[in-house]
């Protein structure tokens, strides 16, 4: 009985991080077709929509799961929060479907403005669903833009681990879903030059994949021709350990230890408990 309440309770926290990363890129990935291919809005719209995007994410999967809704953060919690391992690969492919399904239907809905603005389906309109480097059009290596996905996801995980700590100062009456959108639109407005601020494996290479089944045959490469899609994988992983380790170093020792350790994973509740 309890092996099946355990794998019952797994599969909910998969359709959670599942959905949320699923409203996640619905939000994100259609504010850029809308400003890329149909000239609705700007740079500051597409910040505020990934970061809205995030915190809609957050409170549909928080419950749940915990709403990591990104790779990047699944493994500094596997490193330094105590999340099973056992769940991290899990987590990471239900995350990925999540951002696939999401940019499949981004993609159908757009049809029409997307074969207007781009009828070769081209590098001109990649960046709807995936990243490039200096946004397809700055003068960035994909090593340079490396450089710039390991401290935009350090920042992200290292503030979020600050943000949910609840021997730190959390918000309360279940804002951290709001907060954590914040810093993604703060990181957007700051780090999005050198590659898009991706920081999330699973925000770029579920929709790349999406992009590519369906037309878009240079959607592993950048405008250099050269290969790219590990960049937003392996820089945020890669980040998001550094973030991690900073905030256990550097914050977590001097913090007092006298309250209940908190649920690996999980947001902070209004009652400050653990959100599962």
């Known amino acids: ?18 959905l949320g990363t699923m409203i996640l890129i619905l939000f994100g ?17 597409i910040a505020w929509a990934w970061g809205l995007g995030v915190t809609m994410g957050v409170y549909v999967a928080a419950r749940l799961s915990g709403a990591h809704i990104n790779p990047a953060v699944t493994l500094a919690l596997a490193c330094f929060k105590g999340f099973s391992w056992k769940k ?17 239907l981004v993609r159908w809905n757009y049809t029409e403005v997307l074969a207007k603005a781009d009828p070769g389906h ?3 309109t990649q960046g709807v669903f995936s990243t490039l480097p200096g946004n397809g059009s700055l003068p960035v290596s994909e090593w340079g833009a490396l450089r710039d996905q390991v ?9 979020i681990f600050a943000i949910t700590d ?11 879903p709001l907060i954590i959108g914040l810093l993604v639109v703060a ?42 899609f590990w960049v937003p994988i392996v820089g945020p992983l890669v980040g998001g350990v550094v973030g991690a380790a900073m905030y256990r170093w550097f914050i977590s020792p001097f913090l007092a230890s006298g309250e209940e350790p908190q649920e690996p994973g999980r947001v902070p509740t209004p009652e400050g408990g653990s959100a599962g």
Not at 2 to 14: P, Y
Not at 89 to 101: E, I, N
Not at 197 to 223: C, E, K
Request: charged share 10%; proline share 4%; hydrophobic share 45%.
């Open 187 to 228: 990181i957007g407005m700051a780090w999005g030059t050198d590659a898009g601020y991706a920081i999330n494996p699973a925000r770029d290479f579920g929709p790349r994949l999406a992009s590519y089944i369906t037309g878009y045959g240079t959607a592993w490469r950048d405008q250099y021709g050269n290969i790219y």
């Open 166 to 176: 609840l021997l730190n100062t959390p918000p309360g009456a279940n804002l951290a």
């Open 122 to 124: 081209t590098i001109k």
């Open 88 to 104: 991290v690969g899990p987590y990471v492919l239900a995350q990925t479907a999540g951002a696939f399904v999401a940019a499949l």
């Open 1 to 18: 009985m309890a092996e099946r309440t355990s794998r019952t309770g797994l599969i909910g926290e998969l359709s959670s991080e599942f």
């Open 29 to 45: 990935c259609g504010v850029v077709a809308q400003v890329v291919a149909a000239g609705i809005g700007d740079h500051d719209s």
């Open 151 to 159: 401290i935009g996801t350090a920042i992200l995980v290292l503030v």
